[in-house]
């Protein structure tokens, strides 16, 4: 992904919080368990015994898991926002106007793009403690992590955050710099790099002039951005 396409997208006044009154993002399909859904829901309203004012805004399709979380959230449903499905230029501006965006995924993530995403939009982020998350948020120091599957140290992280703004701050000032690590032009460079060596010695060992093409079509490919 290109990082500055998120850093340079326009918060949306009506997404955005106060300290009274913060915004918590949560993205993804709402009727796939993995996403994690339920495990936000379940956190929520511990979150609102300390925090009262705080406004949930969900994104993503799936009747079926809005239903189960507006069923799960009784009474502290009115401080959830279901948004539905959003277009690409919404998720930007939504993740760069809410204090807070949360991935409470339990499991299945071979990345975490949607957090690179966060925090070059710049917002806080709070994810659950996968080792592909960790690796994406720096071991913690660009975003907060809690124990997977676990609500109630969800609620606990995310009270902190929102105790604490000089942490959360320092946490988001990192990853304004370390996210710059997944950008599609450093990635670009590093994979060349690797190419580049890789026919410095083909000499030693060599390649097959068909693996070689491939490997230069898929790089081409890679910087015009999909498949031809």
């Not at 949560?26 to 979150?47: S, T």
């Not at 995403?117 to 720096?138: C, H, N, T």
Request: charged content about 20%; hydrophobic content about 50%.
């Amino acid at each position: 992904m290109y990082v500055d396409t998120f850093a340079a997208a326009e918060p949306n006044p009506a997404w955005q919080g106060t300290p009274q009154a913060p915004t918590i993002a949560f993205l993804g399909r709402l009727d796939e368990p993995r996403k994690g859904l339920m495990v936000l829901a379940a956190a929520i309203p511990q979150v609102l015994a300390r925090h009262p004012g705080a406004r949930f805004l969900i994104a993503g399709r799936g009747d079926a898991g809005r239903d189960d979380a507006l069923a799960a959230l009784g009474e502290h449903a009115a401080a959830v926002t279901f948004l539905g499905g959003i277009s690409d230029e919404d998720k930007a501006a939504l993740l760069a106007s809410v204090d807070l965006y949360i991935a409470p995924q339990t499991g299945g993530e071979s990345f975490g793009i949607v957090l690179v995403e966060a925090m070059s939009a710049g917002a806080g982020v709070v994810a659950s403690d996968l080792g592909a998350f960790r690796r994406v948020l720096d071991d913690g120091a660009a975003g907060a992590v809690f124990r997977s599957e676990d609500p109630a140290d969800l609620a606990r992280v995310v009270c902190d955050a929102l105790e604490d703004p000089a942490a959360t701050a320092a946490r988001r000032a990192h990853a304004t710099t370390w996210v710059r690590h997944f950008d599609w032009a450093s990635v670009t460079n590093q994979v060349e790099a690797v190419y580049e060596m890789a026919v410095a010695a083909g000499e030693a060992i060599p390649v097959r002039p068909d693996a070689a093409w491939r490997a230069s079509r898929a790089l081409r490919l890679l910087g015009e951005g999909g498949d031809r």
